[in-house]
Nanobody, 122 residues
Framework: QVQLVESGGGLVQAGGSLKLSCAVS????????MAWFRQAPGKEREFVAA????????DYAGSLKGRFTISRDNTKNMVYLQMDSLKPEDTAVYFC???????????????WGQGTQVTVSS
């Protein structure tokens, strides 16, 4: 079992920044992949970014690369998502997720946090 708790969401103006945090606890595997997904009202959940727990590999949704940065701190069991130059279309609930495999498809992920709301005003 892996437990994930997100924090750091909120209301920000367009062009601003937010840093989301995900606290990871439980049975963390060395081959675990951690990811952020987001879901806007009326839309499907979409992949944002992923990072391997044991190595430096990162993956990003093409449209977000350059504005969003995923990172982790293994000493604190934390995963982060730095979001810069935010746009109103970034408004969504952001979820932290974990899988023992990898990929950009949400069904590959076994464990999910409860989500944190990010609202970007124009």
């Amino acid at each position: 079992q892996v437990q994930l708790v997100e924090s750091g969401g909120g209301l920000v103006q367009a062009g601003g920044s937010l840093k989301l945090s995900c606290a990871v606890s439980g049975r963390i595997l060395w081959r675990q992949t951690m990811a952020w997904f987001r879901q806007a009202p009326g839309k499907e959940r979409e992949f944002v970014a992923a990072i391997s727990w044991s190595g430096p590999r990162t993956d990003y949704a093409g449209s977000l690369k350059g504005r969003f940065t995923i990172s982790r701190d293994n000493t604190k069991n934390m995963v982060y998502l730095q979001m810069d130059s935010l746009k109103p279309e970034d408004t969504a609930v952001y979820f932290c997720a974990s899988t023992s495999s990898s990929g950009v498809v949400s069904r590959n992920y076994d464990y999910w946090g409860q989500g944190t709301q990010v609202t970007v005003s124009s």
